[in-house]
């Protein structure tokens, strides 16, 4: 088996592609799919097939010089990618919650953002941004509490009816629940949210509490702002570790395009 390598950099690059094509199968098998589990998919693939093909390949970029700086090129871009990622997971790790500086008796909103369910059933990472945002809701008893989040492909149930239900079994009483049940994106998450919180007659400069992932917050933070909101806090709830990595990765193209659409 060994011999089928012709340095220790074709075994490397084969190991590890192996190691990313089972890390993205497991994804799948858990049900995290999108972008991020497709690029690693991708990349895991490419690795194993230029460690088990590397000789021929090696062979056939000898044959053409523009074949050799074209792959130069390709190996060149995917490196500067790469580092703008591992970049972007430091950001991440070293994100810090801030201190809410706001009383109990404070009016206001609390918005819970919406991720994935199966069935009506949270995710994992729901879950944890709801348990999150039911400590926050204890500890501003005097905020309304905005779930966000809408109807998925072929699903009977809103992710806000679920996130709905699952806070009023941790003691939240359905009276400071308000419902968004149209939003597809963080970008509609808080604009649609924005007149709900206005019939409730509070102003934009009314303290608004944002729950979400860790990863996540930076963003929505800036979409809020975006989307008219001027008084701004932030509380995180830690991603699952198995859901860690493509969840950031996922955020790294969503910053990319949430820039490039203009939603901050």
């Not at 998925?152 to 806000?160: D, I, L, M, Q, V």
């Not at 597809?184 to 604009?191: A, F, G, I, K, Q």
Request: proline letters at 4%.
């Amino acid at each position: 088996m060994l011999s089928r390598f012709p340095h220790w950099r074709a075994l490397l690059s084969f190991v590890t592609g192996s190691a990313l094509v089972l890390y993205a199968l497991y994804l799948y098998f858990v049900h995290i799919t999108g972008t991020s589990t497709i690029v690693i998919t991708v990349i895991g693939a490419a690795c194993m097939t230029y460690g088990w093909l590397n000789a021929q390949f090696t062979q056939w970029l000898e044959l053409q010089r523009w074949r050799r700086l074209a792959w130069q090129i390709l190996l060149t871009g995917f490196v500067i990618w790469a580092v703008s990622v591992a970049a972007f997971f430091r950001h991440i790790s070293v994100l810090s919650e801030q201190a809410i500086p706001l009383a109990a008796t404070d009016r206001g909103a609390i918005i819970v953002l919406g991720s994935s369910v199966r069935g009506c059933v949270p995710s994992p990472a729901l879950t944890a941004r709801l348990d999150r945002g039911a400590d926050i809701a204890m500890q501003f008893p005097a905020m309304n509490v905005v779930v966000s989040g809408g109807y998925g492909h072929g699903r009977s149930c809103s992710e806000a009816e679920v996130m709905a239900a699952y806070l009023m079994k941790k003691g939240i009483p359905a009276n400071r629940l308000i419902q968004e049940n149209a939003s597809t994106s963080t970008y509609e998450n808080l604009r649609f949210s924005r007149p709900l919180l206005q019939q409730q007659g509070l102003a934009d400069d009314a303290p608004l509490i944002i729950v979400s992932s860790e990863f996540h917050l930076e963003r929505a933070s800036a979409i809020a702002r975006r989307a008219g909101f001027r008084s701004i806090y932030t509380a995180a709830s830690a991603t699952p570790l198995y859901a860690r990595y493509p969840s950031w990765l996922r955020e790294y193209f969503a910053l990319i395009s949430g820039y490039l659409l203009g939603e901050y």
